[in-house]
Nanobody
């Protein structure tokens, strides 16, 4: 089982930017898919972006064009650059990894980090 730890969360004003990072340990994720999910209070977890072992990224519609997922396999890290943040982006953000990840399956059998909070407020 891979251990994941997110960092970079915090509070930001609307239209601001924030970069999240996820460090993987206990295994090599080079050939695995890695993804970002989020869960807002009282809502179900939703998939945001996934990047496969070949570096091909897919985004959900609500973050397309605003968020960019990237990975550095040499450092076993995953990142999420978020821009033009909105109050509705307020949530706990989780990274996940597995041989295969689908954003439509937020309850999949993935290895998960503990999450990091992002608050967008004026």
């Amino acid at each position: 089982q891979v251990q994941l730890k997110e960092s970079g969360g915090g509070s930001v004003q609307p239209h601001g930017s924030l970069k999240l990072s996820c460090a993987a340990s206990g295994g090599v994720v080079k050939f695995y898919a890695m993804a970002w999910f989020r869960q807002a209070p009282g809502q179900e977890r939703e998939g945001l972006a996934v990047i496969d072992g070949d570096g091909i990224a897919t985004y959900t519609g609500s973050v397309q064009g605003r968020f960019t997922i990237s990975r550095d396999d040499a450092k076993n890290t995953l990142s999420l650059q978020m821009s033009d943040l909105k109050p509705e982006d307020t949530a706990t953000y989780f990274c996940a990894t597995a041989p295969f990840i689908r954003l439509e399956w937020p309850s999949g059998n993935y290895d998960w980090g503990q999450g990091v909070n992002v608050t967008v407020t004026s």
